[in-house]
């Protein structure tokens, strides 16, 4: 029976070991997949009502709504822009929200260019339902300050 019992717990440890991706996880495996210009794996990690969404000033224009959108959009994409790889340089996550800085690099006739940009990622059930992305930005303007650690024991008052 002892023998039994061990190989029924053996059995489904591998399903308790693994747990399900971190949104931070699933947005950083869409990202791979952009790299390697694999729509297929990226559309696998999005709703099949994905939406895609660009942000200027007081408005937002949804670019997709659909899996399918999508993945004929990126298929576009990728044929006009050649060579195109992202490095995420910061990433954030709350709760099912990611926020990304990213920085994007292309060839254009030889010469290498980027330009980085703002995305925020809302994920569910371990997919991209929606994502947001601000305006791209010339990476050389992105100023990330060095973390500065509080001063502790010096309070002061601030208000009389």
């Known amino acids: 029976m002892k023998p039994f019992l061990c190989a029924a717990i053996l059995s489904v440890l591998p399903f308790t070991a693994s747990a399900a991706p971190s949104s931070s996880e699933v947005?950083?495996?869409?990202?791979?997949?952009?790299?390697?210009h694999d729509?297929?794996?990226?559309?696998?990690?999005?709703?099949?009502n994905v939406t895609w969404m660009h942000v200027t000033g007081k408005k937002v224009k949804v670019e997709t709504s659909t899996k399918a959108e999508f993945?004929?959009?990126?298929?576009?994409?990728?044929?006009?822009?050649?060579g195109a790889n992202a490095t995420i340089l910061d990433i954030m996550e709350s709760g099912s929200y990611v926020s990304t800085v990213e920085r994007v690099?292309?060839?254009?006739?030889?010469?290498?260019?980027?330009?980085?940009?703002?995305?925020t990622f809302r994920v569910t059930e371990g997919k991209l339902a929606e994502f947001w992305y601000f305006p791209a930005h010339a990476c050389d303007e992105l100023s990330l300050k060095p973390e500065v650690a509080p001063?502790?024991?010096?309070?002061?008052?601030?208000?009389y």
């Open 105 to 119: 690099t292309w060839d254009n006739d030889g010469e290498q260019l980027s330009q980085c940009s703002i995305g």
């Open 71 to 82: 993945g004929a959009a990126m298929t576009d994409y990728f044929e006009s822009l050649k």
């Open 27 to 36: 947005v950083e495996s869409f990202i791979q997949a952009y790299n390697q």
């Open 151 to 159: 001063e502790v024991g010096v309070l002061q008052q601030t208000q």
């Open 39 to 48: 729509v297929g794996l990226m559309v696998s990690h999005t709703t099949d």
